[in-house]
């Protein structure tokens, strides 16, 4: 199977922790538990590895790069890096013992550094062929427009799971041949102002050759391809009783969707693979740290649905 390119440019250290009892305006006492390397697009590209599949991650490197890239050699992510401003941003979930609620807080990262912009475009520009996913939010400065350009001449699929990029391929004049655009219920609402449906016919409008998905959780997801009617696809369910850790299971998603598009499966059988990558990310404390056999057995629920 061909190696996939991800674009990551606005990656994280993730910390998971526990408290009990969060109240707005209290003092929250925290435990802390697992932490490691993610970001949307760490978070694709480890999905990717744990199903077999190599791929180049195009990231952000902050001033504490010998760390980042530690950490990708020890998930075997082979990192083409760019500069940024500052150290890595820091993400933690917060578990609420008392409810099961999970609550996410998200530092914002820094901004690209020069000459980040050119490496950038240098890295999407090279072996047009192979398959590209692109996740999650860019570093300041990042030019969206140009990264989308440079992504038009690519021959391969190119999977977009970011805002600022949807945006763009919405609005540019030129865009890549083999497109799928997902990006959650939430995130299309923010780009559209519309209900996951609505949306997806607003873009089918606009792009009727792209491939559409909107992931709603525990809801499933929702996929429009370009010569058929837009499909409910079920999420499987968990098991009974087992804590669910759904923080990174849209990032598996694009992974399980990308790599089955990669290995010459039709669209459906695609968002069958991303719903059971989903399912499998959420059984880990940590990001897309999915095992095969978990999500084995999770392909066999998306089927039977």
């Not at 190599?54 to 500069?83: H, K, M, N, Q, Y």
């Not at 013992?97 to 998200?106: A, C, F, N």
């Not at 692109?134 to 400065?141: D, F, I, K, R, S």
Request: charged content about 20%; proline content about 7%.
């Amino acid at each position: 199977m061909e190696r996939i390119l991800v674009l990551g440019a606005n990656p994280a250290w993730q910390r998971n922790a526990t408290c009990t009892g969060l109240r707005k305006g209290s003092v929250v006492r925290m435990r802390p538990e697992e932490e490691g390397a993610a970001g949307k697009g760490f978070n694709c590209a480890l999905a990717l590895g744990r199903l077999g599949i190599s791929s180049v991650l195009v990231s952000g490197v902050g001033t504490d790069s010998a760390a980042w890239e530690a950490a990708c050699r020890e998930e075997g992510i082979a990192l083409r890096g760019f500069p940024l401003s500052g150290p890595v941003r820091r993400a933690t979930t917060l578990r609420d013992l008392e409810t099961d609620e999970v609550t996410e807080l998200v530092e914002e990262g820094p901004a690209a550094a020069e000459g980040a912009q050119r490496l950038v475009e240098e890295a999407l520009g090279a072996d047009h062929a192979s398959p590209v996913c692109c996740c999650g939010t860019l570093a300041a400065g990042l030019d969206a427009d140009r990264i989308l350009a440079v992504l038009s001449e690519r021959t391969g699929n190119v999977t977009i799971d970011s805002v600022p990029l949807v945006r763009a391929a919405i609005s540019g004049v030129a865009v890549p041949g083999r497109l799928v655009l997902k990006l959650s219920a939430a995130e299309w609402k923010t780009v559209c102002g519309l209900h996951p449906e609505a949306s997806l016919a607003k873009v089918r409008a606009v792009l009727p050759g792209a491939f559409l998905v909107a992931t709603e959780g525990s809801r499933g997801s929702l996929a429009a391809p370009p010569d058929g009617p837009v499909f409910r696809l079920p999420a499987p369910a968990l098991p009974s009783g087992a804590r669910v850790h759904p923080i990174g299971a849209g990032d598996a998603y694009t992974a399980g969707l990308a790599a089955a598009l990669a290995g010459g499966h039709d669209f459906p059988a695609a968002c069958r693979w991303g719903a059971a990558a989903a399912r499998a990310s959420c059984l880990s404390p940590l990001p897309s740290r999915l095992s095969r056999a978990d999500f084995e057995e999770s392909l066999k629920l998306v089927q039977r649905a």
